[in-house]
């Protein structure tokens, strides 16, 4: 760790540019107090949000500290105050820290990832290796580390993290950037106005940012954010904003939201001022209009009019300016938020809450384009999606972003490791057919965003489960977990969860505030509930739960309360849009929170999922049965339900092989050649868990 | 126009490089028989074909020669033997020798096409433009001009194009190279391994050979031929070939075919070999597994095992390969030739004689991986679909090769141009939806390949209607014309053509041979016309006639005989195979040759193609019904049938816009919702020649 001492000679370092230190002087004594003083004691220049004091420490603060954000109606609870206990996401938590993170580690030191920083300091010889933004594949892998010490210490974990961290901050130069790519010959490419667009250093430093603040959060070690802080003080702003300064995009969106939680953390206004500075666009680079739109960067953020382009960056941006936006409230952002978010939610985002229907540009397709078998869907996209609802249900507590939020998390995002937390999948297809060669889960990927994105997701997600709010506590998702923390009153409560939750609805919630008090329990009624909950506190029923709503239930609330929750966990079989030509005449099953699939290995000899004679029965009298499956595939539901085989009935060929095209015949010439098979769906998180093998989610209807 | 002692002096420079003189020289005195001398008289060096000494001249040489080609079952005619009368074709070829290429030619020159050669030779200031492939734009549009001028002298175009190639020629460097872009600082790059792979080089010089070609058989003036024969035999040929010659590859195909058809007419046994070498792949130079693939060069050609990569450079290799085969009848290539045929058309082939399913790489697909919307199938793609089965056909007279070749022809290449001849399809999908924003026809494209290479292909029209074999005539397309050529036994024949095809099925077809004689009239029964062909010869039945076959009338034929055919042109839905998941559940409505396609303009107003909710009605009792409208679209037959639109079952929404997802409904409670409309269909070629509009193919089938 570097002492102070020498990280004020760094300052000084920097400060000593004549051509930038009129700009850093005027805000030299803000920033040296946020460097020099307890983060959290920094004046903050907005209206502190009312009792938030309490969570000023870093201990106390969320996956966002929204304490103080003026225009969050919902506050995070610490990662550390939620405990996810033996259930559904606890086997993928501990999948995550117990063999992903460690073998990532492995394999980002075998790619040489780490002694890309180890070469800077004369450790090792390698050359660099990878792509510009490789340096953020380190400090996601490292947040991931961090957000799991939010849970509590792991020694030897920790250690290596905190090792790495000492590598990463001894390679930061004296004027405060730190980036391994843009360095030696390529020293003269930062910053330019192409290499804004292309080059990643903003990227890189957005990871930076979150991965320092994550760890300062796991463990008040500021060394890591110190040296995030000097790059952003040091190097960024003396040097780029407004003329007079140089230009600055984010030619890959993400320094916003690290810039906005970096202000949330230090108070310093620069840090919220840059980051909408960046999200407004600077007309000085000019960037051509298709990249404008790959990039999500160039217009400013309030003149966009639809989701579209690079769908991790859309969505990096778009977190950025709800990020924005809960500290400014501007109306603007507010407006555009929503424009973009229907645009996404309803027309271009995939049941299974993936994002990206085109692999060209790994970018959003036009309204209604939505293939399956070509679906881009990466994984980053549907962490992306996660991430930007997170901040919008902050805003507004509203259910249909936590509906968004849900889909992508259990499915577009949980496909996105395998059972055994060692292979990823980068695109996530809503059909799939191996026959063309390609491998859907691999260890590592040369852009290895995915899979240290995909842990930091999971190791944080106990942050997730709940927020408060003035006047009481929202719970967002169900599975089996206590909660230990307070209200925004001070007063201790407790939550316990106790559930099969997804793969059947009850949902037990014990109750227990520090003494009795009145607050407001806000209790998530998914969307795909229908009309079929049941609430009950302490044996009496509830009414007017709604789906797609926080169903509020205010009472005196006692130590011993109990809320008993029963949702309708059912097979049902969803439509499309009809502007969708991909899933024309066909469903798409959900049980629950999970989207199901077919795949070929569970089905009977004579279905071919790749031949389109196979359709799920949908008329009256056919019905799912769920079979509990504890054996299989880390532990399931399957669902079976009648299908239907017509025999193929191909073109006629005069020999060679059948004719691609020929005489149609009509249905019921089929329907005679057609018989039952028993068709068996899986979740589609645990898909490709096993030997290549077709997969559909999207299923044709028979309709004879 | 070069005098023959300047040309010979380019061919002694090049002789004086001591590093190739003894190659060149071992095949010195052939080549430069064959350049001096009578390229007709230059003896072949493998056993001539019987009979074809009378194709011998320039003028009497179809569009391809195959006189001699021993493997060659059927010989072309030359396109000055057919004279295409008014009628279907006439009005395409009519648009594209009066618009298209004039109007061509004027924005080569405003695209600086032109200037690229003038400023070689201090003619122009303008700066290099275009990519690496630029010239042969210049080449196919002159070519173009050469097929038109093969039926019959045009001055002005004349003069246009023969002032052109003396720019070309005069560009020639001392050592027969010819190329506008590598030359000066880029002269470096030329022929490198990875310029071969990626430089075109060899592409635009396969094209100036075509070009010659097609030049010298219209015009019998050879300067242009000449030049491109001192780039094979001064340049290529002594320089680059097997060992110890450097390493030689084509990048994009085009050369091979292009050789082979120099050495048809030269007899320079040099140029047949140097196409198979090129063919067999040249394994010093590593190309990459996937560069391999989609550059469709790397491995020997008859390692190839499936149709796959860049759809054009696949068409251009395989017809050069069935050239090659057309020459040595080597028995390998005869077997890949058929793998490769089998894998597009029962697999990777557009129901428009279509190819390239994927704008990524503009390359195929997998097998049945043929989705519509997104379809690539580039112009060009089709074209060489034309060509391939062009070769094949001539190898075997088997029709099945031309039911491949009149499907592209009369669709997914004559969709290429539009009606007025100024505007073209780069691609060619079978499903549109301009709200993406995407201008399907355009004058011009920064890779102009498709537009010149739809004229070349419509100005040689003409020889694609019949060919001779030794025991007769073939007539492979129908439309109003008169052929006036002869049998391979010297004896005057003149065919004429009495039809309104492909609008209605009546074909007269009246045969006057120069005295009575016995031959074989091989009439084309298409594929498309089932059992229902009849045939008569003056007034009595001939049987026989079976779809998918030629009919062999043997007679002793006498001037004034008379054949009389009545094809069944009615509109037939076709299925595809199953496998081909975007077409499930649709048809494709195909009448004669035509495939048939909906456009939204001519739709009723509760019609929304963009919208799943239309079907069309195909249950017993409903008909197509037929309207001639020589009025609307160039003149055209436009069906009609019932269709059926169900109320749109959009999942239900809380306000905003229409869901994305929701609870499916059953089939029986939309069929309540739904009416009949009045669909109309026209033919594809004839699509996007009015306002943008949504277009499709295949539409959903109705089945209650």
Chains 1, 2 share one sequence.
Not at 347 to 372: C, H, I, W
Not at 460 to 469: D, K, V
Request: hydrophobic share 40%; with cysteine.
């Amino acid at each position: 760790m570097l002492k102070d001492i020498t990280r004020r000679q760094f300052v000084a370092s920097a400060l000593s540019s004549a051509a930038i230190s009129s700009l850093a002087l005027s805000n030299g004594s803000a920033a040296n107090a946020a460097i020099a003083g307890d983060l959290t004691s920094s004046p903050r220049q907005d209206a502190a949000a009312p009792g938030a004091d309490q969570f000023s420490s870093w201990h106390d603060q969320g996956v966002l500290n929204l304490a103080k954000s003026p225009y969050a109606k919902l506050h995070s609870v610490p990662v550390r105050a939620v405990t996810i206990e033996t259930g559904f996401w606890s086997a993928r938590r501990d999948a995550t820290v117990a063999q992903s993170i460690p073998t990532m580690h492995d394999l980002l030191e075998s790619h040489g990832r780490m002694d890309n920083f180890r070469r800077l300091v004369g450790k090792s010889n390698a050359p660099q290796v990878g792509a510009v933004y490789s340096d953020s594949d380190v400090y996601k892998w490292t947040e991931a580390v961090a957000f799991t010490l939010q849970s509590g210490d792991r020694p030897e974990l920790h250690k290596t993290a905190s090792d790495i961290i000492d590598l990463v901050v001894s390679v930061q130069q004296p004027n405060g950037y730190l980036n391994t790519y843009f360095v030696g010959d390529r020293a003269a490419l930062s910053m330019t106005p192409e290499t804004q667009q292309s080059g990643h250093e903003l990227y890189c430093l957005g990871h930076m940012l979150q991965g320092a603040i994550a760890y300062y959060r796991a463990t008040g070690d500021r060394k890591w954010l110190d040296a995030g802080i000097r790059m952003v003080n040091d190097f960024l702003l003396p040097s780029y904003g407004p003329a007079p300064k140089l230009p600055i995009i984010a030619g890959h969106p993400e320094i916003e939201m690290s810039l906005v939680e970096l202000y949330r953390l230090t108070g310093d206004k620069r840090h919220l001022d840059l980051a909408g500075y960046i999200l407004g666009g600077d007309a000085r680079i000019h960037v051509p209009p298709q990249a404008n739109i790959y990039l999500f960067c160039g217009t400013p953020f309030t003149e966009r009019t639809q989701i579209e382009g690079h769908a991790v960056r859309a969505m990096y941006a778009c977190s950025g300016a709800a990020d924005y936006y809960l500290e400014t409230g501007d109306p603007a952002y507010w407006k555009t938020l929503n424009v973009l978010w229907n645009s996404m939610a309803g027309s271009k985002m995939y049941v299974t809450g993936g994002l990206g229907a085109r692999a060209q540009g790994e970018s959003f397709g036009a309204a209604y384009d939505l293939p399956n078998a070509s679906a881009y869907a990466e994984t980053c996209a549907a962490i992306g999606n996660v991430m930007w609802n997170w901040r919008l249900l902050a805003a507004t507590g509203d259910a249909k972003f936590t509906d968004v939020l849900e889909r992508a998390l259990y499915n577009g995002v949980n496909s996105g490791m395998s059972l055994s937390g060692t292979l990823y999948c980068y695109t996530n297809p809503l059909a799939f057919d191996p026959s063309a060669g390609i491998t859907i889960r691999n260890p590592w990927y040369s852009t290895d965003c995915c899979p240290p994105n995909f842990e930091r997701t999971m190791a944080s997600l106990p942050g997730y489960f709940y927020s408060t709010a003035s006047d009481g506590l929202y719970v967002h998702l169900y599975d089996n977990s206590t909660l230990d923390w307070h209200l925004e009153d001070g007063t201790g409560l407790k939550v316990t969860q106790k559930t099969n939750m997804p793969w059947d609805g009850d949902v037990e919630i014990t109750v227990a505030p520090a003494q009795p008090t009145d607050f407001t329990f806000y209790l998530r009624i998914p969307g795909w509930a229908g009309d079929g909950t049941r609430v009950a506190v302490n044996g009496k029923p509830v009414t007017g739960a709604m789906a797609g709503t926080y169903l509020p239930i205010h009472r005196h609330w006692a130590s011993g309360d109990v809320i008993q929750v029963r949702f309708p966990i059912t097979p049902q079989p969803l439509s499309a849009n009809p502007h969708v030509a991909d899933d024309e005449g066909r469903v798409a099953i959900q049980r629950g929170p999970l989207v199901y699939c077919l795949e070929q290995l569970d089905q009977p000899t004579d279905v071919d999922l790749t031949d389109n004679s196979l359709a799920v029965r949908m008329k009256p009298g056919a019905e799912f049965t769920s079979e509990v499956r504890e054996d299989f595939l880390g532990g399931i539901v399957v669902l079976h339900r009648d299908g239907v085989v017509t025999e193929s009935h191909s073109p006629a060929s005069k020999g060679g092989p059948a004719a691609l095209y020929g005489p149609y015949q009509d249905q019921e010439a089929n329907s005679r050649n057609s018989h039952t098979v028993q068709l068996t769906f899986i979740p589609y998180y645990a898909w490709a868990n096993r030997e290549p093998s077709p997969m559909e989610v999207w299923t044709p209807v028979a309709k004879v």
